[in-house]
């Protein structure tokens, strides 16, 4: 199963975000997503399961805040801050979270922490990042994708 997992898009999808997210089989959107036309863009796509970000107002109410999806056996947490993952991860093998603009791939202990990064409007200096994932038989295979950005 091919992912693609980002956050932090504030109203933007790039065309080099649009490219990759030809042929995915499921996006993971980690909040800050900023209006319904982003969710409905994506969604043109594959199926998508989002969390709310600290940005995603009114519009959003229908969008949960925390989410856990299983996905060819692997089982993710899926929550916009890192500060509101809770202690017990209820079995999770993946934590996305976003919030930072920082992309980040650690494993603690058991679960693999994720975050893509943001791939919205650039914002702090940082990177402009999204994350291409392989799920199959319960393992996660996570590629980091850099978006190139003009200078300004």
Known sequence: ???????????L???AVLELLQNVDAILHAGDINSQAVVDKLV?????????????????????????V?????RFYMVHNKKDVPADLAGADVVVFGHSHKYSEE????????NPGSCGPRRFHQEITLMRAQVSGGSIRVEKILIPHEVS
């Open 1 to 11: 199963m091919n992912l693609i997992i980002l956050s932090d898009t504030h109203g």
């Open 13 to 15: 999808l790039r065309s």
């Open 44 to 68: 043109s796509f594959a199926p998508l399961y989002v969390v709310r970000g600290n940005n995603d107002k009114d519009w959003a109410e229908a969008i949960p805040h925390d989410l856990i």
């Open 70 to 74: 299983t996905l060819e056996g692997v």
């Open 107 to 114: 494993r603690l202990g058991n679960v693999l922490w994720l």
